[in-house]
Each structure stands twice: as C-alpha cells, then as structure tokens.
C-alpha cells in the first residue's frame, strides 16, 4: 500500500469503539470521540509500521492473543507526554520547604522517597531533584532517591536515557544547565543535554502502569502524579486515591496537576492542603 492510501484510512466508528474501550481497559484512558481524527492520525503510523490497510485489522490484531506488543504501541501512540521542567513551579518551592523538615532524618541516616507518577520524558523528576539540590546540596549524600515511572515504554526510554534537546530546556537556567547536565551532542542542528552523572545515579525510571500492581515495598515523602489523571474518568480517579493514600508516608504529601482535584478528599483519608496540594488525613 503507498502512503496515499495510507492517508485515507479511516477509522470507523466500530474501531474506534474497539479501541477506546482497550485503551480504558489497559490504561485507565478515556478517548472522547471529539478526539477521534487525533486518534486516527496516530494509528495510521502503526498501520503503516505494520503494513495494515484497515483499521478493522488493528482491532482483531489488538485484540487477539498475539498483540500484547501491538498494544503496548497502541498506548504509547495514545498518551499524551507533554511535559516541561519545572512546570507548575509551586510544588517545587513546597518541595524545599518538605526538605527542610525532612533534613534532620536524613542526616540521622533516614531515607527520603519521592515518586513522580506519570513522569513521562523525566522533566519532573530531574526538576524535583535539582530543586532538592539546589536547597540542600548535601543531599547527594544521603539517602534520597527519586522514582519516575510511566506507562509508555518510549518515555521511559527517553528518561533513562536523559538526554534533553535544547527545545525541550525550557525552564533551566543557564546556570542550572551548566551544573547539572553536559553538553550531549549537536543532532540535526540542534544541541542536545544530558543529565550528569549524580542525576542519573538518584533517580530511577521504570515502567509502570497506574492501573496495574504496585510493586513498591516503601512508602513515599513525596509523589508527584501531574496532568496525569485528568485523561482518566472520575471512576478511575477514585480507586487511585486510596492507593496512593496506602503508599504515603503518614506525613507525606501528594502533589496533582493544576486541572486536578480529588474531590470530597476526606472521604480518601486526603486533606487540602494547598493548590492542588494533599497531606493524608491523621
Ligand atoms: C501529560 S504527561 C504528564 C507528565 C508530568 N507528570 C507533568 O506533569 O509534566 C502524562 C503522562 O501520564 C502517563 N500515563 C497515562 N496513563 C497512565 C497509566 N495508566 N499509568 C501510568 N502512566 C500513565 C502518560 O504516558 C504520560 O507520559
């Protein structure tokens, strides 16, 4: 099939059906139909990778036994990754002050855990780091680790992999940037920075599916799940916050996006803290 025709493939009403409904089941996703010709331009490039000519193969390839690899590009070509450094900057400053009361216990030879849920490219993870950093440089000696983990294999790819093309520096400083990546390489024009070497040794990046077991024997300080449950219905927003209610810290914190609420949270064992800001409940 040549790349015109792959163009005009369209995606029926009765696929879309198909796929919105793997989507929820996989990841938690809800696709509105509104976002159907979005959709449809991502999955022709699997299409196209696989040599289909309908979508109505996709969907029997999805759904049979043999596409547990296809549906892992299915979910990776439908979540959306945007992500900056240091996006909705208020956590970060409340992220010091955590460390502040936090610093006697680590120096004591105590631990300190964050989870960036949803960390998509790394962005918020290295962001969190280096404002701990920035505050405490002793940090780097102590035993403080960030865990960033997602459900697409290609960020999680790129986040291990730590290197940041300049359009994607937005938000670092130029002094940041000179204390705490290098000068990676020069692709296509553009220059490329890599996180340095005490970066990559405190935060970890796994795969891992909200939805899915929680394989973490440690509570957290601090988890950041940012502009992640907004693709999710109220439903499955509401079997998450106990979950996370389970893996804090008595007084830890969790941070959301700024579109994010849990609403009614003392029904989760959540106070409001601040924006978008919850502590659990005593
Ligand atoms: C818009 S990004 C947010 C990135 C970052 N937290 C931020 O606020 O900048 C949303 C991320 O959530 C991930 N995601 C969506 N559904 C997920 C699920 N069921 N489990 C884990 N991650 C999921 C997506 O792959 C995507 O990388």
Known sequence: MNAKAHTNL???AASFRAIADLAYRESGLTLVEEKATMIQSRLRQRLRALGLSNFQDYCTLIGSDDGHTERRHLISALTTNVSHFFRESHHFETLATVLENRL????????MRIWS??????QEAVSALITLLEHAPEVANLDLRILGTDIDPKVVAFARAGVYPDRLMGGVSDALRAKYFTNANTADGEAEYATNEMIRRMIRFNELNLLGQWPMARPFDLILCRNVVIYFDAQTQAALW????????SDGLLFLGHSERISDPARFGFDCTGPTTYAPLA
């Open 10 to 12: 369209q995606l029926d």
């Open 117 to 122: 849920a949803g960390c998509s490219n790394g």
């Open 242 to 249: 106990p979950r996370f209610r389970k893996v804090l810290k």
């Open 104 to 111: 006697p216990h680590l120096r004591a030879g105590g631990t």
